[in-house]
């Protein structure tokens, strides 16, 4: 069963539309990590996930509509929402009691103790860092025992030591209790780390979903070939060139004349096989692409189709 399955989605702000026929697929366990450019419809999208903005338009699923659906979900969405003369604790109990949590003090210490803040005592949330407050708003999303948790850049605020660790505490929170969690994030690397599912987000539009395994695969090692006849290279190299199974070798030719090679090849075999065949190779050479260039590569293509 998915967690969250979306067809169609719409929203409109005065006549304009923020989110514009969204699909995605999110499934339960997964940790989905949102990829978009400020403005493309993130937190819009997970406001009406949350039920914290109304649809104006299409249909939103969780865990196959099972009842108490959207109470099932934890959010973190923009700004934590903090009353400043408040302690974390207070806040914490104040939360607890509005969900109606049996025994809500251990609760509420647990939860705090687990994001770092603990030993705030008495201090007022008004005097909290950024970070201090994206690690109390996680808290507060986990008030209720979530099966579904929304978090819009958590990692916020935070210096590396403290996102490495609220990174760690995310994939604990999903191995061992089961949650779902979908993650905005700008920090790339830090999803890289711990995402199992991605979804690509331009002009309001679901570019592209896919496993962390298919970003991988596109994302890893290339080679450019360039020869004086980019035809037969090509030719020569599609049919003699093994091909792997697990990683299927790709095959690009570029509009500069040069040939990009992708997948599960041997640049050494490739290198025989022009030799063996007379070709005259100009260039050869190797290529890594990392995961930002890959999706704004997405992000940009999306923005041009939608510009025609």
């Known amino acids: ?111 705090l103790d687990q994001v770092g803040l603990g030993g705030t005592g008495r201090k007022k949330t008004g005097g909290f860092s950024l970070g201090m407050k994206q690690r109390l708003g996680l808290a507060l999303a986990l008030v209720g025992n979530p099966d579904l948790l929304l978090l819009d850049e958590p990692l916020n605020g935070l210096d590396p030591d403290g996102a490495r660790t609220m990174r760690n505490y995310l994939v604990r929170l999903n191995q061992r209790r089961g949650i779902t969690i979908v993650i905005s994030s700008h920090v790339l690397d830090q ?65 500069d004349g040069s040939i990009t090679i992708a997948g599960g090849f041997d640049a050494a075999e490739v290198s025989r096989i022009l030799h063996e065949t007379n070709q005259t190779v100009l260039e050869l050479a190797a290529k890594s692409r990392d995961m930002e260039d890959y999706f704004v590569a997405l992000m940009d293509g999306a923005r041009t189709e939608g510009s025609r």
């Open 1 to 111: 069963m998915d967690a969250i399955r979306i067809r169609s989605l719409a929203k409109r702000y005065a006549g304009k539309r923020a989110v514009d026929d969204l699909a995605m697929t999110v499934p339960q366990g997964a940790i989905y990590g949102f990829v978009g450019k400020n403005g493309t419809g993130k937190s819009t999208v997970m406001k009406m996930i949350a039920g914290l903005a109304t649809p104006s338009g299409g249909e939103i699923t969780l865990f196959g509509n099972a009842p108490g659906g959207v109470q099932r979900v934890g959010a973190l969405i923009e700004n934590p929402g903090l009353l400043p003369h408040m302690s974390a604790f207070d806040t914490m109990m104040a939360q607890a009691l509005a969900l109606g949590v049996a025994d809500p003090k251990p609760v509420c210490r647990d939860l």
């Open 191 to 255: 999803l890289e780390r711990m995402c199992t599912h991605y979804g690509v987000i331009a002009n309001g539009h679901m570019v592209r979903e896919m496993t962390a395994e298919q970003v991988q695969s596109e994302c890893g090692d290339s080679l450019t070939v360039r020869t004086a006849d980019t035809a037969t290279a090509l030719a020569v190299l599609e049919e003699r060139l093994p091909d792997n199974p697990a990683d299927p070798v790709r095959f690009a030719a570029e509009p």
